[in-house]
């Protein structure tokens, strides 16, 4: 009855994807009865703060054999963008950078298949509107973080989700367009967080990353725990353990 796990690790754009329309819910389905999938996002974050704690979620969630986890997500980079609204988030692009290869050479060690995900679009304007915050980053600099991190998971051969270009891609705006931060209500419900159209669009991608890079992991491939009903001898209950659930 020991499970194995998927760990989806981030900050606030991965606590709230338990919402209906979010990755957690849709991976959470996809895994039943194979891997237990766990959010651990934790809004506000950045990846000075995930280094911190993801050793501690490693340590306690991991067995022995360190060979339980399978997948993990790493989205965090959004909060690090930040430059002048708090003296808590902003984090300088060379130490976003060092945090990022922290931690996935962390997760290697734990021999898990990483899947890191880079911050997407910003509308600073709807920010301003929704939270009456200052101006605390941009376009440009979204991106600029996002081709940092994209240029450590590469250096690491591990997998990258291009948020920023996938959200662009999906728009009526061009490269340049977006780096006059016109309004993107469609995408983002205050100008930071996933409405469910981009929530939807990060979560096919997330799938279609697993199966291109972690095609043995995919859902089809992985044994369902105890029998199917069906199997079941009624004689000898025990058979719920022994025989095999075959997926149609």
Request: proline share 5%.
């Amino acid at each position: 009855m020991d499970y194995n796990k998927f760990i989806l690790f981030g900050d606030s754009i991965t606590q709230y994807s338990t919402q209906q329309a979010g990755y957690t819910p849709f991976l959470t389905d996809k895994y039943v009865r194979k891997l237990d999938v766990l959010n651990r996002g934790y809004a506000g974050y950045t990846t000075e703060h995930g280094r911190l704690i993801l050793p501690k979620i490693l340590e306690i969630e991991s067995n022995k054999e360190k060979d339980n986890i399978k997948l993990i997500t790493i989205f965090l980079g959004t909060n690090d963008c930040y430059e002048n609204n708090n003296w808590i988030q902003p984090t300088k692009i060379e130490r976003t950078k060092e945090n990022i290869e922290y931690l996935i050479d962390l997760a290697l060690s734990y021999n898990i298949k990483p899947i890191v995900i880079g911050p997407g679009l910003h509308d600073y304007n709807l920010v301003i509107e929704k939270s009456q915050a200052v101006k605390a980053t941009n376009n440009r600099r979204n991106l600029e973080y996002s081709e940092v991190i994209k240029s450590v998971a590469k250096a690491k051969n591990v997998p990258f989700i291009d948020t920023w270009n996938l959200m662009l891609q999906d728009s009526k705006f061009t490269k340049e367009e977006i780096f006059e931060d016109p309004p993107l209500e469609e995408y983002l419900i205050d100008g930071i967080h996933y409405t469910t159209k981009s929530y939807v669009l990060l979560t096919k991608e997330i799938y279609k990353t697993i199966e291109y890079n972690y095609p043995e992991l995919l859902p089809e491939n992985l044994p369902f725990k105890l029998s199917y009903w069906r199997d079941i001898d009624p004689k000898n209950l025990d058979t719920i353990f022994t025989n095999t659930y075959k997926q149609d």
